[in-house]
């Protein structure tokens, strides 16, 4: 394999660490960049210094993952693998400070900590602290410097729900080559779609790309069999065709909240806010009270209350997957923003699913409109035109939403087959060593 491009970058990564390094003394955002890795390898340290013996000398996963968009995707391989068994190390590292923040208090976990700068002196430290059986990065975040000394200490590495987009940077002249040694230090690669599969094979000679489909499928089936916490409501919106808005921004909402008023027949209409934050929660009471809506919030809901006369909304955070339940329409937000939020939840439910023209950073998105389950929202013109049709025609209501049930059925079954293989390295790992 022909890996000068790689070793071009190993040699100069530590020259881009010291550019890095004077970039964060005058721009904020790689400040704190670095600022929260400043004492990784310390505080990585005392963490494993007080682990229990048995967790010293057990298997060890380590799990990469960008942001917590990325890492639950990993979640439902994490806990197949837990179930069976306890004794399993848990290592998790994430880039960005969003996902850090949002799971360094992840149960089972060894150690949570952020990736350091990727460096071939920084890789060899962590490496060495870890001491990773298995690497399992998820989706994409490729750090060359870790992931070969990962290799090299004999880790195994996975790429998991794995996505080559045609117009994604990996296709460019330029970085073609490098990319094609970056994939194939992985030993193997589960892809999303045949597509991905195909263009792993085709452009970079992976021959160890298999697809396999996105572990987050099956997590969101799992959940869609958990309605406990919307139980209280159910028995309000039985019988009624409900609209729930889920992950609303500003600019949602006032696209939505014009076009539903429009309607003639009216579904009853949820609201679920993307922040739920003192602030936002006022904003958006006052924007109601403004246009005449009526509405009563989660957190002080009192009977009688009449979904027909008035908008419920969410300010408490954990309803929304259970939330999709009640719904006969969902209206996914952020897709007149930087992208949409979460698609498949709603589609589990074999519910319609309407979302905004910024969704193509998402595949789940853009296949589930070619799969026939969602409709991409441009304007709130379009958006009154497609609830009329939803909300007076059962009929295609039924059909739209079936076939986004189908879709997220046909991609379910990623977990057991890479915990298959995870296990199966487990077992001749831990059997060389009893």
Same mark, same amino acid.
């Given at each position: 394999m022909n890996r000068s491009a790689l070793n071009v970058?190993?040699?100069?990564?530590?020259?881009?660490?010291?550019?890095?390094?004077?970039?964060?003394?005058?721009?904020?955002?790689?400040g704190t960049f670095l600022a929260v890795r400043k004492h990784l390898f310390e505080d990585l340290e005392k963490r494993l210094t007080s682990l229990p013996v048995q967790k010293k000398s057990a298997y060890r996963l380590w799990?990469?993952?960008?942001?917590?968009? +990325?890492? +639950?995707?990993?979640?439902?391989?994490?806990?197949?693998?837990?179930?069976?068994?306890?004794?399993? =190390?848990?290592?998790?590292?994430? *880039?960005? /400070?969003?996902g850090y923040n949002a799971r360094k208090d $992840? %149960?089972? =976990?060894?150690? @949570? $900590?952020?990736? %350091?700068? /990727?460096?071939?002196? !920084?890789?060899?430290?962590? @490496?060495?602290?870890?001491r990773p059986d298995l690497l399992m990065l998820m989706r994409y975040d490729f750090w060359p410097n870790?992931?070969?000394? =990962?290799?090299?200490?004999? =880790?195994?590495? *996975?790429? @998991?729900?794995?996505?080559?987009?045609?117009?994604?940077q990996y296709f460019r %002249? #330029?970085?073609?080559?490098?990319?094609?040694?970056?994939?194939?230090?992985?030993?193997? #690669?589960?892809?999303?779609?045949? !597509?991905?599969?195909?263009? $792993? +094979?085709?452009?970079f000679g992976c021959k160890q790309a298999e697809t396999v489909g996105d572990p987050?499928? /099956?997590?969101?089936?799992?959940?869609?069999?958990?309605i406990d916490k919307v139980a209280h409501l159910k028995p309000l919106y039985k019988n009624r065709t409900v609209l729930i808005a889920g992950s609303v921004w500003d600019r /949602?909402?006032? #696209?939505?909240?014009?076009?539903?008023?429009k309607l003639k027949k009216k579904p009853v209409l949820i609201l679920v806010p993307h922040k739920v934050d003192h602030e936002n929660m006022e904003r958006l009471c006052h924007g109601l009270e403004e246009m005449s809506i009526a509405f009563e919030k989660v957190s002080a809901i009192e009977n009688p209350f009449d979904p027909e006369q008035q908008a419920l909304v969410i300010d408490q955070t954990g309803y929304l997957a259970e939330l999709y339940s009640l719904a006969s329409i969902a209206y996914v937000g952020g897709g007149f923003g930087v992208n949409v939020h979460n698609t498949i939840e709603p589609a589990a439910y074999g519910v319609p699913v309407l979302f905004g023209p910024r969704h193509h950073n998402s595949p789940e998105a853009v296949d589930l409109v070619a799969a026939g389950g969602a409709m991409v929202i441009t304007n709130e013109?379009?958006? $009154?035109?497609?609830?009329?049709k939803l909300t007076e025609n059962a009929h295609y209501r039924m059909l739209t939403g079936s076939a986004g049930a189908a879709f997220v059925m046909k991609r379910a079954g990623a977990t057991e087959r890479i915990t298959a293989d995870i296990e199966n390295d487990y077992l001749s790992r831990t059997t060389l060593r009893t």
């Amino acid at each position: 394999m022909n890996r000068s491009a790689l070793n071009v970058y190993v040699f100069f990564s530590p020259l881009l660490s010291g550019a890095t390094n004077l970039l964060g003394s005058v721009h904020k955002k790689t400040g704190t960049f670095l600022a929260v890795r400043k004492h990784l390898f310390e505080d990585l340290e005392k963490r494993l210094t007080s682990l229990p013996v048995q967790k010293k000398s057990a298997y060890r996963l380590w799990v990469h993952a960008a942001s917590v968009g +990325e890492f +639950e995707q990993a979640r439902p391989v994490i806990a197949a693998l837990q179930a069976k068994h306890a004794g399993l =190390a848990l290592f998790v590292s994430f *880039l960005s /400070d969003s996902g850090y923040n949002a799971r360094k208090d $992840f %149960p089972g =976990a060894a150690a @949570v $900590f952020y990736l %350091p700068v /990727d460096t071939p002196a !920084n890789a060899r430290k962590l @490496v060495s602290l870890i001491r990773p059986d298995l690497l399992m990065l998820m989706r994409y975040d490729f750090w060359p410097n870790h992931l070969i000394e =990962a290799k090299k200490a004999g =880790a195994r590495l *996975l790429l @998991v729900a794995a996505v080559l987009r045609q117009r994604s940077q990996y296709f460019r %002249p #330029i970085l073609k080559n490098f990319y094609r040694s970056v994939f194939n230090l992985f030993d193997r #690669i589960y892809t999303v779609s045949e !597509n991905d599969t195909r263009a $792993f +094979e085709n452009s970079f000679g992976c021959k160890q790309a298999e697809t396999v489909g996105d572990p987050r499928f /099956d997590q969101v089936l799992q959940r869609s069999l958990q309605i406990d916490k919307v139980a209280h409501l159910k028995p309000l919106y039985k019988n009624r065709t409900v609209l729930i808005a889920g992950s609303v921004w500003d600019r /949602d909402e006032a #696209i939505l909240l014009s076009a539903w008023r429009k309607l003639k027949k009216k579904p009853v209409l949820i609201l679920v806010p993307h922040k739920v934050d003192h602030e936002n929660m006022e904003r958006l009471c006052h924007g109601l009270e403004e246009m005449s809506i009526a509405f009563e919030k989660v957190s002080a809901i009192e009977n009688p209350f009449d979904p027909e006369q008035q908008a419920l909304v969410i300010d408490q955070t954990g309803y929304l997957a259970e939330l999709y339940s009640l719904a006969s329409i969902a209206y996914v937000g952020g897709g007149f923003g930087v992208n949409v939020h979460n698609t498949i939840e709603p589609a589990a439910y074999g519910v319609p699913v309407l979302f905004g023209p910024r969704h193509h950073n998402s595949p789940e998105a853009v296949d589930l409109v070619a799969a026939g389950g969602a409709m991409v929202i441009t304007n709130e013109e379009s958006l $009154f035109a497609t609830l009329k049709k939803l909300t007076e025609n059962a009929h295609y209501r039924m059909l739209t939403g079936s076939a986004g049930a189908a879709f997220v059925m046909k991609r379910a079954g990623a977990t057991e087959r890479i915990t298959a293989d995870i296990e199966n390295d487990y077992l001749s790992r831990t059997t060389l060593r009893t």
